[in-house]
């Protein structure tokens, strides 16, 4: 998972004492698994729902993070728990290139952010609005297995866990490389 980084100044209309100055927000870079299940009832027309998990570091930097940090620092980091559930449209063409079938998807659902209990500063859980798309190409290497490759881009808000103080209201996406294998039944 390779996620953006996104920035912009505190909006926040409940009082935060650090409203209008300016703040970055960065979550690190991981692995993560993918869970998806496909139903192509037709070649045009078929369902997806997706799994995901993963486990990184959303980090925040700027003036606005040291009016409410000690010392100045201008550094907060709080690690999570991010878990996705999508619903989506699935796509897979009758033909093939180079022996490979294509397929498309794009979809949307939940994704939640739960700080972790010792690094997760005890912010509460949050979960943002996650809209995607993916493409890729799979290829049959027995009746009930095969294997699959492609690209996912979540697009959703950037978490601030329900604190005044770490909401910018921008719009973050992570890409995600996949590569892995299907059972058939």
């Not at 980084?5 to 209309?13: A, E, F, I, N, R």
């Not at 409940?14 to 869970?35: D, V, W």
């Not at 078929?46 to 980090?59: A, C, P």
């Not at 659902?109 to 509460?124: L, N």
Request: charged share 15%.
């Amino acid at each position: 998972m390779y996620n953006s980084t996104v920035s912009g100044t505190v909006v926040s209309g409940l009082g935060a004492s650090n409203q209008g100055e300016a703040m970055t927000q960065h979550a690190s870079n991981t692995l993560g698994a993918l869970i998806s299940i496909h139903y192509p009832a037709k070649p045009y027309f078929g369902l997806e729902f997706n799994y995901s998990y993963g486990r990184y570091t959303e980090n925040y930097t700027g003036p606005a993070i040291s009016t409410f940090l000690p010392n100045g620092t201008t550094d907060f980091q709080v690690q999570t728990k991010v878990t996705e559930y999508t619903f989506g449209y699935l796509i897979t063409p009758p033909y093939t290139i180079f022996g490979f079938q294509p397929f498309a998807s794009v979809g949307g659902g939940p994704m939640s952010f739960v700080p972790t209990p010792r690094g997760g500063q005890e912010e509460p859980e949050k979960a943002r609005m996650t809209y995607y798309y993916s493409l890729g190409l799979q290829k049959d290497l027995s009746p009930h297995f095969g294997v699959r490759g492609g690209f996912r881009e979540l697009f959703f808000k950037d978490p601030d866990f329900g604190q005044n103080y770490l909401t910018i209201l921008k719009q973050s996406t992570t890409y995600e490389p996949m590569l892995g294998f299907y059972i058939r039944y």
